[in-house]
């Protein structure tokens, strides 16, 4: 029984590379959220996603960051253009339906250099 | 935005000793979620309370859903250094909206020393 899983573990990229992260959640879930969380900080809401629909962008930057959950495959956190403040864990999390538990994945750690 | 308050924001103790932390906000909450992070992980799901006034054990874990709905409590009894960790505490709004409807504290940092 597969929790979710997220690839690549660890990214490097250099400033104005994309980085494209990826999750693919918990069996049986069809409701995804990316967090981010920066050295030393907790968990910053960035987007929570169903199944071809974005339900809530609200923690999005509005420029560079695009996120996607299509009807096969995994979900896609999309940076474009990476600047050096972009380096952070990203966390998918998802859950089964809406406001239920949300179970994380391990994360991507994202260096830009 | 809606805000959970955790305290300590770190604690250092020595291994056997007894843990509590707590998850504090001046909103009204109908779940209560308790994670803890690894270094270097993702965050896994300790305990999930779903009632006020629910007291919920997980091993030596024991977490607790306040009656005001405001708070809730972690307690780790006889501390040993794999509980190292940040122990995140997450709380459902009531009501829920339809969009993200967790808010997450800033976390407690616990290091146990031998």
């Known amino acids: 029984n597969a929790g979710v899983m997220q690839n690549p573990r660890h990214l490097v990229r250099r400033r104005g590379q994309e980085a494209r992260l990826r999750c693919s959640p918990m069996?049986?879930?069809?409701?995804v959220y990316w967090y981010r969380q920066l050295p030393e900080e907790g968990l910053k809401f960035m987007v929570y996603?169903?199944?071809?629909?974005?339900?809530?962008e609200s923690g999005m930057p509005k420029e560079r960051f695009s996120a996607e959950f299509p009807k096969e495959g995994p979900s896609i956190l999309r940076i474009q253009q990476v600047v050096r403040g972009d380096s952070a864990a990203y966390f998918c999390a998802s859950s089964p339906r809406p406001r239920e538990t949300q179970y994380f994945g391990p994360g991507t750690r994202l260096l830009v250099l | 935005g809606q805000q959970l308050n955790q305290s300590p924001q770190s604690m250092f103790i020595q291994e056997g000793e007894d843990v509590s932390m707590n998850c504090t906000s001046s909103?009204?909450?109908?779940?209560w979620l308790w994670y803890k992070q690894d270094p270097g992980e993702g965050p896994v799901l300790l305990i999930a309370l779903y009632k006020a006034g629910e007291l919920t054990s997980n091993g030596r874990l024991t977490a607790q859903f306040g009656i005001t709905r405001k708070d809730s409590f972690l307690n780790i009894s006889a501390s040993i250094p794999s509980d190292v960790g940040i122990y995140f505490c997450a709380g459902q709004l009531s009501p829920a909206p339809d969009g993200q409807n967790f808010v997450f504290g800033p976390g407690t940092r616990l290091s146990v020393l031998p």
């Open positions: 069996k049986g879930h069809s409701h």
């Open positions: 996603l169903q199944k071809e629909n974005i339900i809530d």
């Open positions: 909103s009204i909450f109908n779940t």
